[in-house]
């Protein structure tokens, strides 16, 4: 049913940009809350972004903020995460995740991608 596929995941440097996408299928997209997680080693998965159904009101986790931005293009089905000024502490698996309906500060999503990678060296 609802599939998500990230990519754009690398290795990257500190200070360096990188940008995520997820392209969505399954789904009536602009009717789902969109998010991105992330999970570093030895770590429990984290609340990174998300972005509103119709409006892109977004949504950020202290650690992010102000230096990843989220959109959304619901004419391609896909969601993006522009990071920058990388740090090695946003190394992770970053996730892509829907939810129907609901809020850009619901933090319990039902959908969810496979991943991809993201290391920042120092």
């Known amino acids: 049913q609802v599939q998500l596929v990230e990519s754009g995941g690398g290795l990257v440097q500190a200070g360096d940009s990188l940008r995520l996408s997820c392209a969505a299928s399954g789904l009536t997209f602009s009717a789902y809350t969109m998010a991105w997680f992330r999970q570093a080693p030895g770590k429990e998965r984290e609340f990174a972004a998300a972005?509103?159904?119709?409006?892109?009101?977004?949504s950020y986790a202290t650690s992010v903020k102000g230096r990843f931005t989220m959109s959304r293009d619901n004419t391609k089905n896909t969601v993006y995460l522009q990071m920058n000024s990388l740090k090695p502490e946003d190394t992770a698996v970053y996730f892509c995740?829907?939810?129907?309906?609901?809020?850009?500060?619901?933090?319990?999503?039902?959908?969810w991608g496979q991943g991809t990678q993201v290391t920042v060296s120092s």
């Open positions: 995740a829907a939810k129907f309906l609901g809020t850009i500060y619901d933090k319990q999503y039902n959908d």
């Open positions: 972005v509103s159904r119709f409006d892109g009101t977004t």
